[in-house]
């Protein structure tokens, strides 16, 4: 089993749509993190969380430390937010705390 | 401030060949990471690289493999006799220190052996 595991795997949405997409861990993390791809793109950071909500334009990020659980939620999408949204997690383990696992990513397709 | 630069962007190799991938990080950070994203796969960590200094290479392949951050210049990644399974995207993130700040990601080097 990985260490985070995201869904759904792929998300197909009609513009305007509000999407959410989810990521579970199974390790103690110091901090979790949103990245997106486009594809044949480079990779965006998001988001970097520890506790809470952030918000960034159209975009929210949740976490719930006890439960393991971060969420990234889209408002009113549009096409141009498809992109591969990949959820990574900076583990609790000291001294490598710059390592980040990453979960496989959702493939988000926003339809006109 | 220009971002993380990678080069080059495609790089088509022959089995046997030796490839060879820089990342040169953001003005003012001095920490290098090498991730790996194979087809169908999630990235995956290769080396962590402080100026002339590895940290950690925990997830390089033990064999035809190696990575360098030189006092001037890009860090490289280099692998030596490319085989298929070498095909892969290649990403370097650097950060201005190292630790749990946030990493910013160049776009990738997409690598295909023939």
């Known amino acids: 089993k990985n260490e985070v595991e995201q869904s759904p795997q792929n998300l197909t949405a009609q513009e305007g749509e509000f999407i959410t997409i989810n990521c579970s861990y199974s390790?103690?993390?110091?901090?979790l993190h949103w990245l997106q791809q486009h594809p044949g793109g480079g990779i965006v950071s998001l988001f970097m969380?520890?506790?809470g909500k952030k918000k960034h334009g159209r975009l929210i990020a949740t976490i719930n430390i006890q439960e393991k659980h971060s969420s990234l939620h889209i408002t009113a999408s549009h096409p141009r937010d498809s992109a591969v949204y990949i959820c990574?997690?900076?583990?609790?383990?000291?001294?490598?705390?710059?390592?980040?696992?990453f979960g496989k990513g959702t493939l988000l397709t926003v339809n006109p | 401030n220009a971002g993380v630069m990678q080069n080059p962007r495609h790089l088509v190799r022959r089995r046997g060949q030796e490839a060879r991938l820089r990342c040169s990080p953001m003005?003012?950070?001095?920490?290098v990471y090498w991730y790996r994203q194979l087809p169908e796969e999630g990235l995956k960590f290769m080396v962590y690289?402080?100026?002339?200094?590895?940290?950690?290479e925990s997830g390089m392949p033990k064999e035809r493999f190696s990575a360098e951050f030189p006092k001037e210049g890009p860090s490289i990644l280099r692998i030596q006799q490319v085989v298929r399974g070498d095909s892969a995207a290649y990403f370097c993130?650097?950060?201005?220190?190292?630790?749990?700040?946030?990493?910013?990601f160049g776009p990738g080097t997409r690598l295909l052996v023939l």
């Open positions: 990574a997690v900076r583990l609790n383990s000291g001294g490598s705390n710059y390592k980040l696992t």
């Open positions: 690289l402080q100026k002339e200094n590895i940290i950690d």
């Open positions: 390790v103690g993390i110091s901090a």
């Open positions: 003005k003012g950070h001095s920490h």
């Open positions: 969380l520890s506790s």
């Open positions: 993130a650097s950060s201005p220190g190292g630790g749990s700040g946030t990493q910013y």
